[in-house]
């Protein structure tokens, strides 16, 4: 049996961004009927262009029941902010409403108005024409995780589309990983990494990230031609 969004109002929702360690944390507080059973925080992997987030549960049986306290968390490992991504809020569905929660960042966020405007030259038109050139179908697909000794290689794979254009690009913090070697093998290119600085506790995991684009984004009158899928993996150091 599939689960039903759970009703929850007032809502007491927090999206908090860790910079440092790439990590996404969603809270969700508060008091809900007591027939509710296995109350859970999911991503909904189906929406595309930002994070949406599902309060779901199941119920359980007839009658009057107290109410109970629920805390859940749900944290995820993703790169933000992104240009083609909406970074600065989250959607959470429940059963009586859809939220919009906005994304706290512990440290550099993204860009407002107000820091456009300081730093921006270009006309109002313009503007508008590069976010609107911005614009993608997205995906992030959940991280995998990986583990990297010291003295070993990290081999790491994506399927080039067939579709033209298109493109496969693989994102990573050079101080940290490099990539040694890569060619295409069976219509996957394969990049093969290792550590160039062995990261210490407050440094582990890295975050390397593969982008697969397939399209451009075409000037003025045709700006949603491309969708992106992001595929994270989340690197722990070994010490063998």
């Given at each position: 049996?599939?689960?039903?969004?759970?009703?929850?109002?007032?809502?007491?929702?927090?999206?908090?961004?860790?910079?440092?360690?790439?990590?996404?944390?969603?809270?969700?507080?508060?008091?809900?009927?007591?027939?509710?059973?296995?109350?859970?925080?999911?991503?909904?992997?189906?929406?595309?262009?930002?994070?949406?987030?599902?309060?779901?549960?199941?119920?359980?049986?007839?009658?009057?029941?107290?109410?109970?306290?629920?805390?859940?968390?749900?944290?995820?490992?993703?790169?933000?902010?992104?240009?083609?991504?909406?970074?600065?809020?989250?959607?959470?569905?429940?059963?009586?409403?859809?939220?919009?929660?906005?994304?706290?960042?512990?440290?550099?966020?993204?860009?407002?108005?107000?820091?456009?405007a300081a730093v921006g030259t270009a006309s109002v038109e313009d503007d508008v024409i590069n976010k609107l050139n911005n614009l993608r179908i997205s995906s992030v697909l959940p991280p995998i995780k990986k583990y990297l000794p010291g003295d070993a290689e990290l081999t790491i794979s994506a399927r080039?589309?067939?579709?033209?254009?298109?493109?496969?690009?693989?994102?990573?913090?050079?101080?940290?990983?490099?990539?040694?070697?890569?060619?295409?093998?069976?219509?996957?290119?394969?990049?093969?990494?290792?550590?160039?600085?062995?990261?210490?506790?407050?440094?582990?995991?890295?975050?390397?990230?593969?982008?697969?684009?397939?399209?451009?984004?075409?000037?003025?009158?045709?700006?949603?031609?491309?969708?992106?899928?992001?595929?994270?993996?989340?690197?722990?150091?070994?010490?063998?």
């Amino acid at each position: 049996m599939a689960p039903y969004l759970i009703p929850f109002s007032p809502p007491r929702i927090e999206a908090l961004y860790d910079t440092k360690f790439k990590l996404l944390i969603v809270t969700l507080k508060g008091e809900i009927d007591g027939f509710w059973l296995g109350a859970s925080l999911s991503r909904d992997d189906h929406f595309v262009g930002g994070l949406k987030f599902l309060f779901e549960g199941y119920p359980g049986g007839l009658g009057e029941k107290p109410k109970q306290l629920i805390e859940l968390k749900y944290e995820l490992h993703i790169n933000l902010p992104l240009d083609h991504f909406n970074s600065k809020s989250v959607l959470v569905e429940t059963g009586t409403a859809t939220y919009t929660v906005e994304i706290h960042y512990t440290g550099l966020g993204p860009k407002t108005s107000s820091d456009v405007a300081a730093v921006g030259t270009a006309s109002v038109e313009d503007d508008v024409i590069n976010k609107l050139n911005n614009l993608r179908i997205s995906s992030v697909l959940p991280p995998i995780k990986k583990y990297l000794p010291g003295d070993a290689e990290l081999t790491i794979s994506a399927r080039v589309p067939l579709e033209t254009p298109s493109s496969v690009d693989i994102r990573f913090d050079p101080e940290f990983l490099e990539i040694v070697s890569s060619g295409i093998v069976n219509g996957e290119i394969v990049w093969a990494l290792k550590w160039v600085k062995f990261p210490t506790k407050d440094d582990s995991p890295q975050l390397v990230d593969v982008d697969t684009i397939r399209g451009i984004p075409l000037p003025e009158s045709n700006p949603i031609t491309a969708s992106k899928v992001i595929q994270g993996y989340i690197v722990y150091a070994v010490v063998l």
